[in-house]
């Protein structure tokens, strides 16, 4: 009998790890599209931010 408890708990503990490890693998894998979001929408913000500014100098060259 103690036997079996022993074996379930074991068995209890390896499938407590086993989902442990895909939390973790998943939670590496949702942190690498946030950083990759994350560039993408700073690259797209310094874009923008750049196309201003030759707006702004395009506009500055006419006005002169």
Do not use: H, N, P
């Not at 590496?28 to 929408?41: A, G």
């Not at 797209?44 to 931010?49: G, L, P, S, W």
Request: glycine share 2%; aromatic share 6%; hydrophobic share 90%.
């Amino acid at each position: 009998m103690a036997m079996m408890v022993f074996v379930m708990t074991v068995m209890v503990v390896v499938i407590v790890m086993e989902v442990v490890m895909l939390v973790v693998k998943v939670m590496e894998v949702v942190m690498v599209v946030m950083v990759v979001v994350m560039m993408v929408v700073m690259i797209k913000v310094i874009m923008v931010v750049i196309m201003m500014v030759m707006v702004m100098v395009v506009k500055g060259r006419w006005w002169w």
